[in-house]
């Protein structure tokens, strides 16, 4: 049975590194959701959290080719259930004064924020699941989007589960 997957894979932070893991999965067909990257904790490594579809087939086979790559130092499967999973949309709408009031209300509701405000648009910043964002687009459509841009998702384990690498353990 097809589901999401949610692996976060701890790298070394050096040139290259994610063009070899996004090459991995072209090479072999495989199909990214959503990959995001940034630095860790410490300078010497990146995080990067990668979504893909599949089964436990193609899991297992992503896991095993991602832990084959040189500068790949931990690969792990997270369990949705025990990981905060977020995104971080930023989203300009046209600003009228028959839709301000509409806008500042849905605003207010899903827990957004006004980061800039101009006669013409606002922007909006919302962080939050996937489902919250694309719920908030979708009632955003009716006052009109100028632009938008949206991280993709960040994720990390609940308690003391902990990307590491080895001599960190």
């Avoid at 939050?128 to 009109?144: C, P």
């Amino acid at each position: 049975m097809e589901q999401q997957y949610v692996i976060g894979v701890l790298v070394a932070n050096i040139s290259g590194v994610l063009s070899r893991v996004s090459g991995m999965f072209t090479r072999r067909g495989f199909n990214i959701d959503c990959l995001t990257v940034g630095e860790t904790e410490s300078s010497g490594f990146s995080r990067i959290t990668v979504a893909f579809r599949g089964n436990e087939d193609i899991r297992e086979r992503i896991v095993t080719q991602l832990e084959k790559l040189h500068d790949v130092k931990e690969v792990e499967v997270l369990d949705q259930h025990e990981t905060v999973i977020r995104e971080l949309l930023l989203l300009k709408v046209r600003n009228t004064a028959e839709t301000r009031q509409d806008i500042m209300t849905a605003v207010e509701i899903f827990r957004s924020k006004i980061v800039d405000y101009s006669a013409a648009a606002l922007i909006c910043e919302l962080t939050g699941e996937s489902t919250k964002i694309d719920a908030f687009i979708e009632l955003m459509k009716n006052y009109g989007i100028m632009e938008m841009c949206r991280t993709g998702i960040v994720a990390i384990e609940r308690g003391e589960n902990c990307l590491r690498t080895l001599h960190e353990r």
